[in-house]
């Protein structure tokens, strides 16, 4: 047993009581975290709020225990926080996101579920080569599927665009930088016409995580903004999206957590 609290985390193995969990929700925002655990989980516990990278012990509906934590924001951090979280005893993450569409059928208020990623992540780059599969965990990604349907969740199954820059990366002209490298400039038709659905900024690295550290990654991404239309974030939207979402993964879990403790 892991017996070291662990720097950036904040706790350890040991904090994870008799029946620690081996699934965790992963969370870029740590109000997205705390909602997970407040409103889906029960008997809830705070492991830490360290560095802002809050982690929740709780409990699902079933009583598997569960943990809903926070990557922050980007590839590089959610690489330290997925590195120590593996190191803890978690064996299944599924990211629970926001993202921007780019294609015309992908609405604002909708979810994406991610099955792989174009991964243009410098993070990334440090775990695998270049041409390592960003690839999500086929198990997790279907239950995902299963659970958006039950729910009556409009969702889409496909490739996201994982980047490591909000504004250049994703080809954001309305920014403080003035000048848009011409590698960027048309980069999101590009992906369009590639058949990607979404923008967002961890997928990649987490998949290529998985592959290498040997756990199962899974993503769901609520789909905040229409990039075909506008740059901005469509705020009326987004906390029925980010709900979805967040219900989605939950029913998932449930059914995934559930199978294993019937084995």
């Known amino acids: 047993m892991c017996s070291k609290r662990f720097y950036h985390i ?14 965790a929700l992963l969370s870029g925002d740590p109000e997205r975290a705390s909602l997970i655990a407040q409103t889906h989980l029960q008997n809830v516990k705070l492991l830490s709020d360290n560095r802002g990278l809050n982690s929740y012990l709780g409990y699902l509906a079933n009583g598997c225990p569960i943990l809903s934590a926070t990557s922050g924001m980007g590839a590089p951090s959610l690489s330290i926080v997925v590195n120590e979280l593996v190191q803890v005893g978690i064996r299944q993450i599924i990211r629970v996101g926001t993202c921007g569409s780019i294609q015309p059928h992908v ?3 909708s979810i994406v579920i991610s099955n792989a990623a174009l991964c243009r992540q410098g993070a990334a780059n440090d775990i695998a080569p270049l041409e390592y599969p960003a690839a999500a965990d086929p198990f997790l990604t279907v239950a995902l599927v299963k659970a958006a349907r039950k729910l009556g969740c409009e969702h889409h199954l496909g490739i996201a665009a994982s980047v490591d820059t909000f504004y250049e990366g994703q080809e954001r002209m309305d920014s403080a930088n003035p000048y848009l490298m011409r590698s960027l400039q048309g980069i999101t ?30 993503a769901v991404c609520a789909v905040v903004a229409q990039r075909t239309v506008s740059e901005n974030i469509i705020f009326p939207k987004k906390d029925i999206a980010i709900e979805n979402a967040i219900a989605t993964a939950i029913s998932a879990a449930e059914t995934l957590l559930s199978a294993k403790f019937e084995l």
Request: glycine content about 10%.
């Open 10 to 23: 904040g706790f350890e193995q040991a904090d994870l009581g008799a029946k620690p969990p081996t699934l």
């Open 107 to 109: 609405a604002v208020g």
């Open 189 to 218: 038709a590009e992906y369009r016409h590639l058949n990607i659905l979404n923008y967002e900024m961890e997928c990649g690295t987490l998949f290529k995580m998985a592959g290498v550290y040997q756990f199962a990654a899974a």
